[in-house]
């Protein structure tokens, strides 16, 4: 592990300078400079996005990579987009962070106990990273989560791809993970050494927009987490 400062912020500055995967480089710096009409007077983040939290959470939400006109435009996790809407509205609603609503890095947001990453930290074409970025990029999770360690109790991944690119990451920061690894279901909830790793549908639109992630479904697993986590 890069030991270089041992600190949260440090990491979260190297993280946002990562040039490692040209695919993944190339996308990000293109969307910004043609951005969305609706966003045309912005002036897109284009890097790779850090963790949001303080660096002392209990509870930990990895998600799967930032979205081309949410956190690639923003510069922060889930900010920006529906997703984000649909995240940060279920943290709120249970006393986790401090409005309802994400829509810039300095809208005055503030998360209570909770920090939110990613394993995979530029936006890719069609929300779809490779295996190669994904494992490319795991340095980072392992990173952050020895820096976590002290305070972590709990963990939710959102989605399957969040589910198989976490796994590795706690084996590498030093988890003791089950084999065979458990297979990612909304609801599991797989002890690992000390905390609890739950598992939940994506709050991607896909599944939001179809229901099969309802508002009750996601504040249940994150409430259930937050609960193991001594933040309720």
């Not at 979260?12 to 040209?22: H, T």
């Not at 045309?40 to 963790?51: C, F, L, N």
């Not at 990612?184 to 896909?206: E, K, T, Y």
């Amino acid at each position: 592990m890069d030991t270089d400062s041992g600190s949260l912020a440090a990491l979260d500055g190297r993280i946002s300078e990562c040039r490692a995967c040209p695919r993944l480089v190339e996308w990000r710096e293109e969307v910004a400079r043609t951005k969305r009409a609706a966003f045309a007077d912005w002036t897109y983040w284009g890097r790779p996005v850090p963790g949001f939290g303080p660096p002392d959470a209990r509870l930990l939400i990895v998600g799967l990579a930032p979205a081309a006109h949410g956190a690639n435009r923003t510069g922060r996790m889930f900010t920006g987009d529906r997703s984000g809407d649909v995240l940060y509205r279920a943290l709120y609603d249970l006393g986790l962070a401090s409005q309802p609503t994400a829509v810039s890095a300095d809208d005055g947001l503030e998360l209570h106990g909770v920090r939110i990453t990613s394993p995979v930290h530029c936006a890719p074409p069609a929300n779809k990273p490779t295996p190669g970025e994904r494992d490319t990029c795991r340095s980072w999770l392992v990173q952050e989560l020895h820096l976590l360690r002290p305070t972590l109790r709990s963990v939710v991944v959102l989605g399957a791809f969040g589910w198989q690119a976490a796994l590795p990451a706690f084996a590498a920061a030093g988890w003791t993970v089950p084999r065979p690894r458990p297979a990612f279901a909304h609801g599991a909830r797989v002890p690992l050494d000390g905390i609890d790793l739950f598992g939940c549908f994506h709050v991607s639109q896909r599944n939001t927009f179809t229901g099969r992630l309802t508002a009750e479904m996601l504040r249940e697993v994150l409430g259930a987490a937050a609960r193991t986590a001594d933040l309720l």
